[in-house]
């Protein structure tokens, strides 16, 4: 499949992932954040420190190395993009369910 393709262009939120052919890393790198949608992202690698850099250069919410969609409740979880705004979970996930309130005392 390749960019521009409606199941690669679409997010994913099912058991179907589309698999995209990539000469290089930049260039597997450029196609993954050439998309309108950013919730997460994976590398798989035997090269845990080398997967772990490249996981960061992902425009996404989470990247995960060697597995894909675990959350857990302590750690943020969110998208970018037209994947979402804000988070749930974890101490952001808690502050987006929170509201301000400034008081200011003059005298």
């Known amino acids: 499949m390749d960019n521009g393709d409606l199941l690669v262009d679409q997010e994913q939120l099912g058991p179907i992932l589309p698999i995209i052919k990539f000469s290089d890393v930049e260039q597997g790198i450029a196609l993954a954040n050439d998309n309108p949608n950013g ?61 301000l309130h400034t008081l200011k005392i003059t005298r």
Do not use: M
Request: hydrophobic content about 35%; aromatic content about 10%.
């Open 39 to 99: 919730l997460g992202g994976s590398i798989w690698s035997a090269k845990i420190k080398t997967a772990a850099e490249l996981a960061k250069r992902f425009e996404c919410g989470t990247s995960w190395v060697n597995s894909h969609g675990d959350i857990q409740p302590d750690a943020p979880f969110g998208g970018i993009k037209q994947s979402g705004i804000g988070v749930e979970f974890g101490r952001y996930g808690l502050e987006e369910c929170t509201s």
